[in-house]
DNA sequence: TTATTCATGTAATTTGTTACATGATTCT
DNA sequence: AGAATCATGTAACAAATTACATGAATAA
């Protein structure tokens, strides 16, 4: 029964510092949204569930004449923290839907599959400048580590773009279609 | 309300003619598991639904003396498969649960970040030997777009062993620190 | 004969999002 | 005055997994 990814997130957290819930979502949204997100809907009944469990306490303060509850880590938060922390980490799981409809890219026109590659291609594109537009989150104790998640973002959008780049072109050569051995190496 | 990824996985499959819900397990397990899944839990109750939206109709056979529901993909099924299949894709999700330690990384001890990188790209490794292993689904209408997705996996793996291999090397540079400039370019 | 594979399904639980509901304060 | 931001929360729904339940046929 160990804290699922999102529940850790929202300890490391508040490990910088006692926070709102409000503030979580929004140093959520500055660093990992991207690749590990928490909707409200989430962030406020998983403090309260920590509350629950002594990870975390809860003091209702005014700040500038506006009311905030703010969660501070416990020291059993902390362990709960550092246990996950020097844990092994659960694999990379990803969902691409891109990769699914390659499966199934023979019943395609020729020209389609061109299309639905240059359209990916795009969308790449986009995502990767969004990201590199994306500062990261940086508290007093601001550090590099911060910034290593958008630098491993970035590269692995680059090495996205690299291989459907390479396919796309593969595509092109032959109408649409791929040689029976084909030689996408990177 | 458009069909969810795997239900569309699921028609993709019957795409390639008539299957149980036993059979399409197995396809699915045999080439896309890895990055898009589906349990028995969740393939017999979308095979039902299909059936229930004329996307597919079912039939009980007897093959070898063993009774099975053989599902047929109908024209309004293969109509929502093109359909998908020519749409924009969603864009990939990531779920990187190291990626996310990445980020509180200055909270653990410079040998302990050492160790977690040291391990992960063993896991990585791994990882990438059981894909090498992964032999495509190949049907009458085998193609070679079955095994770019296992070409894809491959690369992408491979990116990741090199990025964090960079890393791993740029930390013992530093006893397990990182210098305020990093230069990671890959 | 016993373990494995073939074969289908349901119930409970988990995990999360979206939409709704509410209201104060601050910026323009 | 009105829009945006700050701030907290719940209810309904969605998507999927895990565990359970069952049983026939085949391979060791």
Chains 1, 2 share one sequence.
Not at 28 to 56: C, D, Q, R, T
Not at 117 to 130: A, D, P, R, S, T
Not at 133 to 162: M, T, V
Request: charged share 30%; proline share 3%.
């Amino acid at each position: 029964m160990s804290n699922t990814t999102v529940e850790n997130i929202i300890l490391g957290c508040l490990s910088f510092g006692p926070k709102s819930g409000y503030e979580i979502k929004k140093i959520i949204n500055m660093s990992s949204s991207w690749f590990y997100n928490a909707s409200y809907g989430s962030i406020y009944p998983i403090l309260k569930k920590h509350e629950s469990k002594g990870l975390v306490t809860s003091e209702e303060v005014v700040d500038n004449g506006r009311y905030k509850r703010l969660y501070k880590l416990t020291d059993k938060g902390e362990k709960a923290f550092y246990n996950w922390m020097l844990g092994t980490p659960r694999l990379m799981t990803v969902k691409y839907e891109m990769a699914v409809k390659l499966m199934f890219f023979a019943k395609i026109e020729p020209q389609e599959r061109i299309k639905q590659v240059e359209e990916h291609i795009e969308q790449l594109i986009l995502f990767k400048q969004e990201l590199e537009e994306i500062e990261p989150y940086a508290d007093s104790e601001g550090d590099s580590y911060q910034r290593l998640i958008l630098d491993w973002g970035e590269n692995l959008y680059a090495f996205l773009i690299q291989w459907f780049s390479m396919l796309l072109e593969e595509l092109k050569k032959n109408n649409g279609d791929l040689p029976k051995r084909r030689s996408l190496k990177s």
